[in-house]
């Protein structure tokens, strides 16, 4: 694996557009933790004209549920969780200024045309690694609908949180690529 | 007749829904060590360094191992010489549901009607439990803690006997390509075959609480595992970002069906193959 590169937010579009994918990512600095619930609420918010809680210019999403902390950590366990949920709301939610999404697995078409688009990077943190992963998190703090609990809107001040470019802001796809060179299947 | 205490029950199974959290079972690590010698993707390769240092982590400290705590399914097999006392069985497990994951600071993860409201029920209860009463006078619980990445990803199709053992072979590999990174590989992927619709998916379950070394008595059954596991190995999906580790094992557990029949049902389930079991 090539050495990482470490990326400081604010995340701007022209960070964004120096990616590719294969690169190795070392986050440091404050990403956005929202998931299944919290993105139902924000895109209702945003059809009725309402605010949102939260100012997403050049952040970054991170798709997290985590577990409770025990006491004296910031955070309990915190990997990421299957992108492809929060599809039928990303196009929307990238319009509001997100450059950077965080989370396992594929995207469909329309969040892919929607990062083309808006200059969005898509980074993949490794699925299940939650403890190895809660090692990069300094700082955990709610900032809206406390009362879903592990789906509530938070913001997680981290150090060196390691992720890998699957899609770029040109389309490229790593999950593709590196799955058709390895594919050795036939007949099915 | 012999008497055991429901209270019994709730701590067995608050222990062992923390247990089953944190502490990886002793085959899916090596079998995780062992895909690792063998990953040819060098990505592959670093996915799983993370995975196998995560799982350490998560057993020196006491920590959940994935966020996803999971739904927790429950098997129990209570002997029919025992009475149990000072509470109902069911009542009995889901107050250790709730204890273990409120003393374990693992996830809530369970709302109570899945449709319009979706409230979270702040305690992960219910739990999903199958009850078979048996010979003797034990209790045997196993926890098997359910994450939801992967059990999206799982399906049923109702074959029929004309299918044979390709039309299973491709309904397998169906519902593994349409799954592809999602749930969390390397995998390990559990299959029903025979029964009814239900029962089918009952046995996928089940197959996940046999170790990944065991195959299924059968000969013909163990074969078609490793057919399935050389099969998955192949579709290049590998530990998430590509690569040649898809699965760790493939587990079949079959039983009788209809003639007009042969129910196939696959549960994926993501490398964190949680389970703890025990007998009071």
């Known amino acids: 694996m090539a050495e990482p590169i470490r990326i400081h937010t604010p995340f701007t579009e022209e960070m ?15 990403i956005i933790a929202a998931r299944d619930a919290a993105h139902k609420r924000m895109c209702e918010a945003l059809a009725k004209g309402e605010k949102l809680p939260v100012d997403w210019k050049n952040q970054m999403v991170y798709y997290l549920g985590p577990t409770p902390a025990k006491p004296g950590d910031p955070i309990g366990s915190c990997g990421p969780t299957t992108s492809g949920r929060m599809d039928a709301y990303t196009p929307t939610m990238l319009e509001q200024g997100i450059k950077g999404m965080i989370g396992k697995g594929s995207r469909s078409k329309e969040v892919v045309d929607s990062m083309i688009k808006n200059g969005v990077t898509y980074f993949a943190a490794v699925g299940g690694a939650a403890a190895l992963i809660a090692k990069s998190v300094k700082k955990y703090e709610v900032l809206a609908y406390p009362e879903l609990g592990p789906e509530a809107v938070a913001r997680l001040t981290v150090e060196d949180f390691p992720c890998i470019v699957v899609i770029d802001c040109q389309g490229n796809n790593l999950y593709d690529v590196n799955q058709k060179k390895y594919r050795t299947l036939q007949g099915y | 007749m012999r008497e055991l205490d429901a209270k019994q029950i709730t701590d067995a199974v608050a222990q062992m829904c923390k247990e089953a959290a944190y502490y990886l079972p002793k085959d899916v690590y090596e079998g995780l060590k062992r895909g690792r010698e063998t990953e040819k993707s060098p990505v592959g390769q670093a996915v799983l360094d993370q995975i196998i240092k995560n799982a350490e982590i998560a057993r020196a400290e006491d920590r959940p191992y994935c966020q996803d705590t999971g739904m927790t399914i429950v098997f129990v097999e209570v002997g029919q010489d025992l009475h149990i006392t000072g509470g109902l069985l069911e009542d009995a497990i889901n107050e250790g549901i709730a204890k273990g994951y409120t003393e374990g600071y693992l996830r809530k993860s369970v709302v109570a009607e899945p449709l319009f409201n979706r409230v979270n029920t702040k305690n992960n209860t219910p739990g999903v439990i199958y009850t078979k009463i048996v010979e003797g006078d034990k209790l045997k619980i196993t926890i098997a803690p359910k994450g939801f990445g992967s059990e999206n990803k799982s399906g049923v199709r109702m074959l029929v006997p004309a299918d044979g053992v390709e039309g299973v072979k491709k309904a397998v590999m169906d ?25 089918a998916a009952l046995l996928s379950k089940k197959a996940l609480t046999r170790s990944i070394d065991e195959r299924n008595p059968m000969p013909e059954y163990a074969k078609l595992e490793e057919e399935l596991l050389t099969l998955i190995n192949e579709t290049g999906i590998g530990p998430q970002l590509g690569g040649t580790t898809s699965a760790l094992a493939v587990n079949i557990e079959w039983g009788p069906t209809h003639i007009a029949g042969l129910p196939v049902a696959v549960t994926i389930c993501c490398h964190a193959m949680r389970h703890a079991s025990r007998v009071l």
């Open chain 1, 16 to 30: 964004s557009r120096k990616l590719k994918i294969g690169d190795n990512v070392l986050i440091t600095g404050e």
């Open chain 2, 175 to 199: 519902i593994i390509l349409h799954a592809s990174m999602n749930p969390c590989p390397p995998m390990v992927v559990g299959i029903g075959i025979g029964g009814t619709m239900d029962r």
